[in-house]
């Protein structure tokens, strides 16, 4: 399925100024029904600003946000579940009748407002604390709260700006559940972490922007693939160096385990007796380089 099909989330060449900082230069990318969508980037790539732009909280200069082949007006934005990477929660409201409050404005009833409120909140585990304000709760609670005020009134699409921010070990398995099964109902999801473990384990699709500019778009097995080929060679008799040169070796990184990148004319068997004749080797595997790796290799470049 791919995202002008209904229930589908595109963002087409986006472009927004702000004085003579370009923020985002020809942004584009889309998110299909019931797929999760990792867009990441350093500090100031514009990431938020494009997710502003998404619920029209700023406007592009140029661009469109269209779901189902609609553009994103006030009606679609009234269905997109929105979790800032600031706290958006009035502080000295409780927690249930924020969340009942919140769900009435996206047009539930009271009844069904208090019954998702109840629902959420067990499922969050924060339902012991309904009753407190805001501003009593840790942060990772504030998160799953914020989490909740997204999820209440069933969106049809969420944006989550860096929802795993101060959550525990286990908070983060709950959301990871979450939005891994609003995904298989069909609801298209963007987060944005610099948890790049959980991205590359949740998302089906991730987008790498540098300076404004989308520098990286595909599957997580594309991208990765598109590191190219790693050797890891574990030989603890090996002095540093001794991979250099070796025909096919284009870069070369030595530690407790030798990482070696390869093209595609590499010769294993002759870089296996140039190890071995180090000294014994413990391991030897072909690897493909993991999301962080190339995150790296992208911000550096640009």
Not at 111 to 135: C, F, K, M, P
Not at 204 to 224: F, N, P, Q
Request: proline letters at 4%.
């Amino acid at each position: 399925m791919n995202a002008s099909e209904p229930n589908g989330l595109a963002v087409a060449g986006l472009n927004k100024r702000f004085g003579d900082l370009v923020a985002l230069r020809d942004v584009s990318f889309a998110v299909a029904a019931g797929e999760i969508f990792g867009f990441v980037g350093s500090n100031g790539a514009g990431k938020s600003t494009t997710m502003r732009i998404i619920l029209g909280v700023l406007a592009a200069d140029s661009g469109r946000v269209s779901f189902g082949g609609r553009d994103v007006d006030a009606d679609v934005r009234r269905r997109i579940g929105y979790m800032p990477e600031e706290r958006g929660l009035y502080p000295k409201m409780k927690v249930g009748e924020q969340l009942i409050y919140l769900a009435r404005l996206h047009g539930l009833s009271s009844a069904d407002a208090a019954e998702r409120t109840a629902y959420w909140t067990e499922r969050l585990g924060i339902d012991s604390r309904i009753g407190d304000n805001v501003s009593d709760l840790s942060l990772g609670n504030q998160q799953r709260v914020q989490l909740a005020a997204a999820l209440v009134f069933d969106p049809d699409v969420l944006v989550l700006d860096e929802p795993f921010s101060g959550l525990d070990p286990v908070a983060v398995d709950v959301m990871s559940d979450v939005l891994t099964e609003k995904a298989q109902q069909g609801v298209p999801v963007i987060f944005s972490s610099h948890q790049l473990d959980l991205v590359q384990r949740l998302c089906d699709t991730v987008g790498i922007i540098a300076k404004g500019e989308m520098r990286a778009l595909g599957s997580v097995d594309e991208l990765r693939r598109s590191g190219g080929v790693h050797l890891e060679v574990e030989a603890p008799a090996a002095a540093s160096g001794w991979a250099d040169g070796l025909p096919g070796v284009t870069r070369t990184e030595y530690g407790t385990t030798t990482i070696l990148s390869v093209d595609d004319g590499y010769d294993d068997q002759q870089i296996l007796q140039a190890a071995l004749a180090t000294g014994p080797v413990h391991r030897f595997a072909t690897t493909t380089p993991e999301l962080t790796e190339l995150f790296r290799e992208v911000v550096t470049a640009s």
